[in-house]
């Protein structure tokens, strides 16, 4: 994980170094009212091409032994997505998704033990849900982690508006043995993702 510790260094320092206002102000205009009408949409407008730096710290779920990092840089209405974890089961494919609730802008979260509602001594994907919410963005072509059972991964993906508020959402791996059977849809690690920069 030292190349993703080394961007996510250097990013933070550029944006130390470049700082820059997200929406200038705007000489007055004969028409105060029509100026006052639109100057909500044209912050709004002028905050989703803000170049957003995020950080995620992935966590193992269910004694996977999974840990890892991820980078979210946020470019208006596109993402770049690097991510690392080591732990996974080697040579399997592992699904990894941002998760995360679009109603009422709720805040998603990774699950406690107590998600856990069968007792079978296992969060289950159904299980997770109520904590960490649907998926918003599947993070394809899902990896396949080498015979170490590490993943280094980036890819770029569009994003909807009602998404970029990525700091509400989570990132959770999958994919486990149970009972000698690859599950890929158990969660094997999940990351809250969290602001690195306010896009100034």
């Known amino acids: 994980m030292k190349n993703l ?31 006052s009408d639109n100057s909500q949409a044209a912050h709004q407008s002028n905050s989703m091409n803000l170049h957003k730096t995020y950080t995620v710290e992935l966590m193992e779920l269910n004694g996977s032994g999974v840990s890892g990092m991820a980078l979210i840089e946020l470019m208006g209405s596109e993402i770049e997505v690097s991510l690392e974890a080591t ?15 679009i109603e009422n802008n709720k805040n998603s979260v990774c699950p406690p033990p107590s998600a856990d509602t069968n007792g079978d001594g296992l969060i289950s994907l159904v299980e997770g849900i109520p904590f960490y919410g649907p998926v918003l963005v599947p993070l394809t072509p899902y990896p396949m982690a080498d015979v170490t059972g590490m993943v280094d991964f980036m ?37 809250q993702i969290k602001v690195m920069n306010q896009g100034k």
């Open 155 to 191: 890819n770029q993906y569009s994003i909807d508006r009602t998404v970029r508020s990525l700091q509400n959402n989570v990132i959770v791996l999958h994919g486990m043995y149970v009972d000698g059977v690859y599950d890929p849809t158990i969660p094997v690690a999940c990351g």
């Open 5 to 35: 510790s080394q961007r996510a260094t250097a990013i933070a320092a550029a944006f130390s170094i470049f700082a820059f206002t997200a929406c200038d102000s705007n000489e007055a205009t004969p028409d105060a009212t029509l100026q």
């Open 87 to 101: 732990g996974l089961t080697p040579e399997m494919e592992h699904m990894q998704h941002i998760h995360g609730f």
